[in-house]
């Protein structure tokens, strides 16, 4: 029968035990109250008879421990599998995030249980760093290094939680590092040349034509002018007031002139709130609207030549196909912006600022960047609409 003594020194029961392959030890209960150091050592006295016994598995494990907290805390043992804690955390992200992150937490906690099969219903603190890295290699073959660390960056957010909820007593995604990118994966992302503009135009649709002016002479993203409205425009004073979706950034920029002889040519209509782009708002306000409206403009990319067309393979749903990484899409835009102002002679400063970039430059040299200074910058842009 398991005993308890105290030793000089120390508030806390110790309690004596004997272990499966027959050693007496001694062990401190952590615990002052004599009855609930005696529960503690009864129950370590009986999961040591379990083990003497090959009895001693996990379920056998989580009740002993459980009996032991309770007896302590006055309360259960926090517990929850992996499956259900990872769903339900997953599910809970739709109150905090932007529809299409959350979606993707919610695709990487589906394959990640998938991925650990029989695992996934022990209890989430038995995750364990090899199941973890098992889950990122994977990904990493079907799919990209990039694919993968991103897929493991969600899981340490969401091991995170489990942590500082209590129900594992650590963050075993956290310990474990990123992967390093194949050659074959580090195509440069580059800016568009001028002609390239000209001949991308010339294959666009007219309301594509208005998506590669504005993401060119606004340096923004594809889904934030897809979801532009007239009511964003004030065409009096040449200003396009929106926020940004990702960062939920104010921006607030002077129109260029080859926008603003665009928004010329476009019919407003009476209402406000209709959207610049119709048919590129339906998609881009549908949650998976950013990888459709990349689909098209890959598209357009094929048919100037500029890229070549994607198999089956590589278009299918979700994020578990590889496929072939593009030097230009329409993200190279914000580049090409970017590259035009600074070779205009525009400062780093007003440039980020422009495009919506955090900037050291703005924080350690200016607090606010004119409006006069960033339409100085916009008329130094050359004017692609011109033959």
Known sequence: MAFLRRFPRS??????????????????????????????????????????????????????????????????????????????????????????????????VRDFVICIGERADRDISQVSRSDVAKYRDLVAKRTSIATANKSLKYLRVALGAAWKDGLSQDNVAAKLDTLKRRSDERAER????????????????PEWR?????????????????????SNLDLVKGELRFVTG????????????????????????????????????????????DSRLSQQFHAI??????????????TGKGRSRRRTVNAISFHSLRHTATSLLKNAGVSEAIAMDII????????????????????????????ITSA
């Open 190 to 205: 580059r800016p568009f040349t001028i002609d390239e503009l000209k001949t991308l135009l010339s294959h666009a649709s």
């Open 210 to 230: 208005g998506l590669i002016l504005f993401g060119l002479y606004t340096g923004q993203r594809l889904k934030d002018l897809a979801r532009l409205t007239w």
């Open 246 to 289: 990702k960062t939920g950034r104010r921006m607030h920029l002077p129109l260029a002139a080859p926008l603003v002889q665009h928004l010329g040519t476009m019919k407003a209509g009476d209402n406000p709130t209709a959207p610049l782009f119709p048919s590129s708002a339906i998609i881009a306000n549908n949650a998976a609207g």
């Open 11 to 108: 508030p806390y029961w110790f309690a004596g035990f004997t272990l499966p392959d027959g050693r007496r030890v001694q062990r401190s209960t952590k615990q002052s109250n004599r009855k609930k150091a005696q529960s503690v050592a009864d129950a370590w006295e009986k999961a040591a008879k379990l083990g003497a016994e090959k009895r001693f598995g996990e379920a056998q494990a989580r009740r002993v421990v459980g009996e032991i907290y309770e007896t302590v805390n006055n309360e259960p043992l926090p517990s929850k599998t992996a499956r259900e804690f990872l769903t339900d955390w997953a599910e809970g992200r739709k109150n905090d995030t932007a529809p299409r992150t959350q979606q993707a937490y919610a695709q990487v």
């Open 356 to 383: 919506g970039h955090d900037s050291k430059a703005i924080s350690r040299h200016y607090t606010h960047i004119d409006e006069v200074a960033k339409r100085a910058a916009f008329d130094k842009l050359p004017d």
């Open 301 to 314: 990319l094929v048919d100037a030549g500029m890229a070549k067309e994607r198999s089956k393979k590589e």
